[in-house]
């Protein structure tokens, strides 16, 4: 037990350490959602309007945005695995006396500290497009941020636990993670779509992240501009009738978080 | 006393038999070399003896641990240094050094002491806050030697140490081998398939698709050969080899259009050749036997035949079982 602890906190040190060496890496992270709120936002916000009592498209994509820049980033636990591979690093860390789920516990609380500062980063745009952001939001955001990236992260060690090259894992990235974001709500709400599309994004365990999300956020603008949480927030998903709440997203992105990292451990101490 | 003793160990992937029940026993403090072509199942074997790669049969322990059952015991008491380099080059010289004690639990007291003398005895003290992005192929080998020895481990893996290396490089990295041994009573496990750095072991195994085919100092394998190498190079060979067994009853080997012979003092052997023989010769030698007819002779076929695919040949091993 202690090598899996041990194994898991010198991992994520050297990621940190990688991350605050790299400085790139922070701005180009930034950049990124940045790019996609504003052209989003200004394609789109005079076309829809008012999405509902007092919050326009941008405020609306907001949180979304922020829940992207978290997963982007977390996904980098698979990439940084990848690249160890390649680059021979790999072999001197499974070589040290340390536990192999340790390993994968590292990679991911490493990335998942570096994408929630990332996430973090977002929030100084808050006054900007006029959402309303106070301490107590700011203390939930970051506990739900670390669950929904722990997951991201896990799921990326998972699918670079047997990939060998950088060009491999940016394909399943792209098979994988661009329409996990795409269905999860990011972009548009989830309660107007075809059945289809609804009944996708509802096994998605993005969306229910990406909605305890935009919950935290837009209740309060809501409420301000005189509608009531219960009725007047229709962005809420609805799972089989049932209205989910903020806790019940969350517990359900932990749920598959610790699946995809328990997996991940499994399918990472089994090879050679 | 045996520090490292393997009982028919076996590694098969699927079909190809890498390592074919080979058994040997490594004393401590002894700097132990296994000798072999590219492919022959060197490395396989090192990574089974370091715990990465699980045998398909037989039985090895270091230190007296089980390399299956007391994994992280036996990675504790060794030290790696691999084909590939295997540090982290964005960071610098002295993190890489960090990383690697805290996750060989080097204790805080010793961490950074040890950290300097080790830098120092490879002569990369100056560079210790560098990037080792920018550091040359020698340096980057002598930082994973460094490496290897933090956590004060009492056998070092050295997996092809020198390979890629220029001429200077690798003496200079053999001369840190050879201090090492003298410093700190290490046994040196190592694989090469450079003869003369094989001579710098106290003992050899010629390793020959996954078996082991001889084992002993360098002295004794070349003295196994029974004297001196004569060279003859005749305008019909085999003319000249049926000539050399009815006249003298020696047996000849025709390889790359030379025939050689093995024969005690052969340089009091060319002139009596020279008064009766028959056959036209072109060219004849004498020289001392080297490893490479060591190898020549128990396997038929010369270390350096697979030199030139030895590169591609590196790189699909290395894509196999390396990564």
């Known amino acids: 037990m202690e090598e899996v602890f041990r194994g898991m906190w010198v991992i994520a040190y050297r990621e940190l350490l990688r991350f605050v060496q790299e400085r790139s890496r922070i701005s180009s992270s930034f950049a990124m959602p940045l790019l996609f709120l504003v052209i989003f936002g200004a394609g ?18 907001y949180p979304g945005i922020i829940a992207m820049t978290v997963l982007t980033n977390s996904v980098m636990s698979g990439l940084s695995v990848v690249w160890d591979r390649e680059f021979g690093f790999l072999k001197e860390i499974l070589v040290a006396p340390i536990g192999r789920s340790g390993i994968v516990l590292g990679k991911a609380a490493g990335s998942a500290v570096v994408a929630v500062m990332q996430g973090a980063i977002m929030l100084v745009l808050a006054p900007i497009l006029g959402v309303s ?34 060009q491999g894992f940016g394909m399943i990235i792209q098979l994988i993670i661009f329409p996990l974001i795409f269905l999860s709500g990011v972009f548009f709400p989830l309660n107007n779509v075809p059945p289809w599309l609804a009944a996708i994004s509802k096994v998605n365990p993005l969306t229910y992240g990406v909605n305890a999300i935009r919950q935290l956020f ?55 | ?92 010289a002295e993190q890489n050094l960090r990383f690697h004690a805290y996750a060989y639990r080097v204790p805080r007291e010793v961490r950074e002491k040890r950290i300097s003398e080790l830098l120092e005895l490879v002569e990369l003290s100056d560079r210790r806050k560098s990037k080792v992005r920018i550091f040359s192929g020698g340096m980057k080998r002598r930082l994973e030697i460094a490496r290897g020895l ?94 050399l067994k009815e006249k003298y009853n020696l047996s000849a080997n025709i390889q790359n259009g030379m025939i050689t012979l093995n024969i005690p003092q052969g340089e009091k052997f060319l002139p009596k050749l020279i008064g009766n023989f028959q056959s036209p010769l072109l060219s004849m030698s004498v020289r001392r036997p080297t490893l490479d007819d060591v190898f020549l002779t128990l396997t038929g076929h010369a270390i350096r035949e697979e030199e030139a695919g030895s590169k591609e040949q590196a790189r699909t091993m290395r894509r196999r079982f390396g990564r």
Not at chain 1, 236 to 248: A, I, K
Request: glycine share 8%; with cysteine; hydrophobic share 45%.
């Open chain 2, 150 to 243: 933090l956590h004060s481990p009492r056998v070092l893996f050295l997996d092809e140490p020198t390979l890629g290396l220029d001429p200077q490089t690798r003496r200079s990295i053999w001369d840190h081998i050879l201090a090492l041994r003298k410093q700190h009573n290490l046994t040196i496990f190592l694989t090469t398939h450079y003869m003369d750095e094989a001579e710098n072991c106290d003992r050899i195994s010629i390793i020959d698709n996954g078996r082991i085919i001889a084992l002993d100092t360098p002295d004794k394998l070349k003295d196994s050969l029974g004297g001196d190498i004569v060279t003859l190079k005749a305008v019909d060979n085999n003319a000249a080899a049926l000539e």
């Open chain 1, 44 to 61: 789109f916000s005079r076309l829809i309007g008012s999405m509902t009592l007092g919050v326009n498209f941008i405020q609306f994509m």
């Open chain 2, 1 to 92: 006393m045996n520090i490292i003793e393997v009982q028919e160990l076996s590694r098969n992937f699927g079909q190809l038999v890498a390592v074919d029940k080979v058994s040997f026993c490594v004393v401590e403090g002894e700097i132990f070399g296994f000798l072999g072509p590219n492919g022959a199942g060197k490395t396989t074997t090192i990574n089974m003896l370091c715990t990465l790669l699980k045998p398909t049969g037989g039985k090895a322990t270091l230190c007296g641990l089980d390399v299956v059952k007391q994994r992280s015991e036996v990675r504790r008491c060794i030290g790696l240094v691999f084909q590939d380099p295997t540090l982290d080059e964005y960071l610098t």
């Open chain 1, 218 to 272: 837009l209740s309060s603008t809501i409420t301000a501009a005189g509608g009531t949480t219960g009725q007047g927030y229709s962005f809420s998903l609805t799972v089989f009738g049932h209205t989910m709440t903020m806790l019940e997203n969350i517990l359900v992105v932990l749920a598959f978080g610790v699946a995809l990292l328990l997996i991940a451990a499994w399918v990472f101490s089994k090879q050679e």
């Open chain 1, 133 to 166: 952001l106070t301490p107590m939001m700011v203390g939930k955001l970051i506990p739900m941020l670390i669950v929904v990236s722990l997951s991201i992260s896990g799921l990326g060690v998972l699918i670079a636990s047997r990939m060998r090259s950088q």
